[in-house]
């Protein structure tokens, strides 16, 4: 079992940034691929960005070049430095955890955030 515990989330003003945090514990082995995850109002839940254990990205064409994702694996930690926000990227974000081990996969509770237009 793995927990997963989200924040940073947020009010913040198009054009701005904000980082959010996920911490991984529990029953955690060195390969894994941690991420984020995003569901607006009356939208499907979608691929925001991945980073594997040995530092592969992912990041879905509508953040790239405004989003990173990286990770502290001695902390089991995984973040996403979210720049030049839109009122678009406005969603819940989901931490995610995918072990090695076939079905282990994870969800945060979500963490709220909010760009007006």
């Known amino acids: ?7 940073g989330g947020g009010l913040v003003q198009a054009g701005g940034s904000l980082t ?3 911490a991984a514990s529990g029953s955690i082995f060195s390969r ?4 984020w995850y995003r569901q607006g109002s009356g939208k499907e839940r979608e691929l925001v960005a991945t980073i594997t254990s040995g530092g592969y990205t ?3 064409d509508s953040v790239k070049g405004r989003f990173t994702v990286s990770r502290d694996n001695a902390k ?12 678009e990227d406005t969603a819940v ?4 955890f995918r072990g090695a ?3 282990s996969n994870y ?3 979500g963490t709220q955030v909010t760009v007006p237009s």
Request: with cysteine.
């Open 20 to 22: 959010l945090s996920c």
């Open 1 to 7: 079992q793995v927990r997963l515990v989200e924040s």
């Open 76 to 87: 089991n930690t995984v973040y996403l430095q979210m720049n030049s926000l839109k009122p």
């Open 101 to 103: 081990v076939p079905g």
């Open 32 to 35: 894994n691929t941690m991420g």
């Open 58 to 60: 992912n990041l879905a």
């Open 93 to 96: 974000y989901y931490c995610y």
């Open 107 to 109: 969800w945060g509770q």
